[in-house]
């Protein structure tokens, strides 16, 4: 292992020929470092060393109980700062042995790829494991998991959720961040726990069901709750019930946002989010931007929404914004390089595509696509028909682009685009010519509504499904409209404003048998976007009540929720509990 001149160099990175420590595995492999860098880096290890000489040469070793596989990869971060191993079970071993001998660079690294890594399998695991560690990430990792846990469990993708500790399962269940549509879906998660391992986990249902919030539920859904076998072996009547109950509200992870459009006579700024826990409408001011703007396209990527396009009365533009969630503000990006008005777009493999519109002197059939990490557009193959006020969406890879008008007349054609190829292909025709419509993508299927035939404003709607040249009849709307927006929201398709007799407010949604009635917008608006924004950071500014700038609320007047809600106070926390008594008075 010695060098020419004596001196250990085996590893040596440097290049400085002084490498005269030698560590060694449990299995007795040997990995040669510096024992400067041991003392500055490892000084946990500085009792362990034992010197030798090999004749004038004086070295180091230091024995450990680490296996081979672990001491490698601990020796290549020291000397190298090179990447952690990939697998899973090694990186575990590797986070053991750094918080045993507080190498703290190594156990940020490995905290790192884990919360990288985070999935709806591990996600439990890797909270654990940053929670433990006081791990920057931890926080950001609860999150996560606080989103698609529900989900997870329903699917039984999480296999930690089982042995999950009570404190630990608590901390989720109580916190206003968990996804859930109901707190009905908080109990079906306690009794998932409890029912594997019944015998030790009975004690505690007790406790765990101030996680559910009961004064948001009907009296239909706590009926079916306490009477669970699990609850009355725990709970004989209501004079048993915990009153420490929480009368806030979860916070939505995710939000429908309907952003700018035409109001009265101009363009309006207004973004309003709808809150589907309390079924308002919101005016979100944190998001709002100076500028107004109509026929606009809208694009959400992760967590940033982009706006290209559109008209202020005065202006086509060919503007480009982005609202970065992380940072909380609005950007402008490179423009596009045509002006567009009545423009489409849609999120195509993570880039934002768009496609026809009018520059003010044409309709136009060009298209093109921006790439974020670039902050670049890119000119793609020309439409088969100019068309602006089309619609448009991504299914399975494909850019589907629906109607449009073509400055002569109402398409009632569907053009695919195969990014691969760069290729447009014509591919169905719709029942009814549609300009100024909305589309959405309802699983394997397209399903199309709304817009304007040429002569009168249409309430019809049709599927198109994957692979097939024609369209099928929906329900139609309860009243005609063109220039909405339009989003699906879990299984639950929403339509937003748009041009009915005039300026309208008022939306509907869809759960794909009939159409209903909800909350009006506060801003009435035509040419307005409906999206979705999923699992964004700070979903309470988005959602909040205008007591902090970041919204004002507007009482919501329906319910979907198929049962009697109460009617009380939100705020009223003597009122709220008094109404809880009431409901379990009358199941008892």
Partial sequence: MRGSHGKWSLGDPNGDGFNDCILVSDGGKRFVVSKQLVIRRLPAWVPLIESHTDGSTLYYTIRTTISTEVLDDITNFLQNNCAVPNDWLRLELLLDEADKWKLKAIEDAVLTRFAYDVTQENCIAVWKSCKDHSSIHTNKVFHYLLYVLNEAIKHKRNLDFYQIKVDDLMEILTSDFLNVRSEVEVWHMIKTWILAG??????????????????????????????????????????QIVFEICTKRRIPRDIIIACFGWHGKQPSSAIEAFDVFT?????????????KVAYHACVVIGTKMYIAGGYDGDTFFNDFHCYDAERMKWLEMAPMHNARCYVAGCELNGKVFVCGGSNGHERLKSAEIYDAEKNQWTQLRDMHFARSDAAACT???????????????????????????????????????????????????????????GSARLSSVERLRSCSSYTMILP??????????????????????????????????????????????????????????????????????????????????????GGERSDVNEDDSDSRRSYFTRIFRGVF
């Fill in 198 to 239: 019944r015998k030790v986990r009975q004690k505690y249902v007790r406790n765990l069901l101030q996680a559910v919030r009961f004064v948001h539920l009907n009296y239909k859904e706590c009926r079916a709750i306490v009477n669970d076998e699990l609850v009355k072996r725990e709970i004989s009547d209501e004079h």
């Fill in 279 to 291: 079924y308002t409408w919101r005016e979100s001011a944190c998001m709002e931007i100076g500028h």
């Fill in 395 to 453: 299914m399975n890879g494909r850019v589907y682009v629906v109607g449009g008008f073509s400055g002569e007349f109402v398409l009632q054609s569907v053009e695919m685009y195969i990014p691969d190829s760069d290729l447009w292909i014509e591919i169905a025709t719709m029942n009814t010519p549609r300009s100024g419509l909305a589309c959405v993508v309802d699983g394997d299927s397209i399903v199309i509504a709304g817009g304007f035939d």
């Fill in 476 to 561: 139609s709307m309860p009243s005609a409209r063109s220039n909405f927006g339009m989003c699906k929201y879990g299984d639950i398709i929403y339509v937003v404003g748009g041009y009915a007799k005039g300026v309208t407010s008022s939306v509907l949604q869809f759960d794909g048998y009939r159409w209903s009635e909800v909350s009006a917008l506060n801003i009435a608006r035509s040419a307005t976007k409906a999206v979705v924004l999923r699992a964004w950071p700070n979903p309470e500014r988005i959602v909040s009540d205008g007591q902090n700038g970041c919204g004002r609320i507007v009482r919501a007047e329906q319910s979907n929720s």
